[in-house]
C-alpha cells in the first residue's frame, strides 16, 4: 500500500537557520499528489502548501517544495526559520482516484530564539 | 472559510459504552472523512465518505462505524469503548482539489 517517510521526530533550530524537513513516498499511482499540513499547538492542521506537477517548485508563507516524481520526493524548505514556524508538520501523498490522504508520523519543528 | 464544526469537543467515556462522535459541513463537498491522531503515529484514517449514504474503510476501522446520512454530517461510531480508542479525533472535509479542512478535534478518553 501507500507509504510516506518524514524526517524522524523531533527537529530543532536556531532562529534565522534555513529548514529542510523531509519527505519520500510510496504509492502504486504514477501521478501522486503531494501535500504538506502543518499544525500548530491546540489547533487543526491546515494545508501548508501542494502540489500535482513533476519538478515544479510550490511556494507558499515562505515555504517551498519541489516534487520530484524520479525520486519520490517531496521535501519542504525554507530559508530562515521563524519562532512561528514551531508546529508540527505532515507529508500527505494522494490519488486522484481516491483522494485519500496517507498522512506520515509527522515531524515536530521547535525553533528556538 | 470552510466550515467543519466536531462536536463534543471533550469526552469521557467508560470501557464498553457506546460513543458517537459528529461532524459538520458547510462546504458542500462530497468527501468527509475521519482521522485519529495519537503521539508517534501521526493522523490515521479511520472511515471516510464519498457523498451521503457511503461509507469506506480507511487504514484503521476495526473498532469503528461511520455513519453519513447527508451531505453535511459524518458521525463517528463507538459501539464498544475500549481505553485503546483514547485519542483525538479529527473530522474533515474535501473539495475537489482534495484539500482537506480539518475539525477542531475531539479529545476522547476512554477509562
Known amino acids: 500500500g501507500d507509504s510516506v517517510t518524514q524526517t524522524e521526530g523531533l527537529v530543532t533550530l536556531t532562529e534565522g537557520l534555513p529548514v529542510m524537513l523531509n519527505c519520500t513516498y510510496q504509492?502504486?499511482?504514477?501521478?501522486?499528489?503531494l501535500f504538506w499540513y502543518v499544525q500548530h499547538l491546540n489547533e487543526s492542521p491546515r494545508l501548508l502548501l501542494k502540489s500535482f506537477t513533476d519538478n515544479k517548485r510550490t511556494e507558499h508563507q515562505g515555504f517551498h517544495a519541489t516534487l520530484h516524481k524520479s525520486s519520490s520526493s517531496f521535501h519542504l524548505q525554507k530559508s530562515s526559520a521563524q519562532l512561528s514556524d514551531s508546529a508540527l508538520y505532515y507529508c500527505a501523498p494522494a490519488s486522484s482516484g481516491s483522494w485519500q490522504l496517507i498522512f506520515g508520523s509527522g515531524t515536530q519543528l521547535t525553533v528556538m530564539p | 472559510e470552510a466550515a467543519v464544526t466536531q462536536s463534543p469537543r471533550n469526552k469521557v467515556a467508560v470501557t464498553g459504552g457506546k460513543v458517537t462522535l459528529s461532524c459538520n459541513q458547510t462546504n458542500n463537498h462530497n468527501n468527509m472523512y475521519w482521522y485519529r491522531q495519537d503521539t508517534g503515529h501521526g493522523l490515521r484514517l479511520i472511515h471516510y465518505s464519498y457523498g451521503a449514504g457511503s461509507t469506506e474503510k480507511g487504514d484503521i476501522p476495526d473498532g469503528y462505524k461511520a455513519s453519513r446520512p447527508s451531505q453535511e454530517n459524518f458521525s463517528l461510531i463507538l459501539e464498544l469503548a475500549t481505553p485503546s480508542q483514547t485519542s483525538v479525533y479529527f473530522c474533515?472535509?474535501?473539495?475537489?482539489?482534495?484539500?482537506?479542512?480539518f475539525g477542531s478535534g475531539t479529545r476522547l478518553t476512554v477509562l
Open positions: 504509492t502504486i499511482y504514477s501521478n501522486p499528489f
Open positions: 474533515a472535509s474535501g473539495d475537489s482539489a482534495e484539500t482537506l479542512y
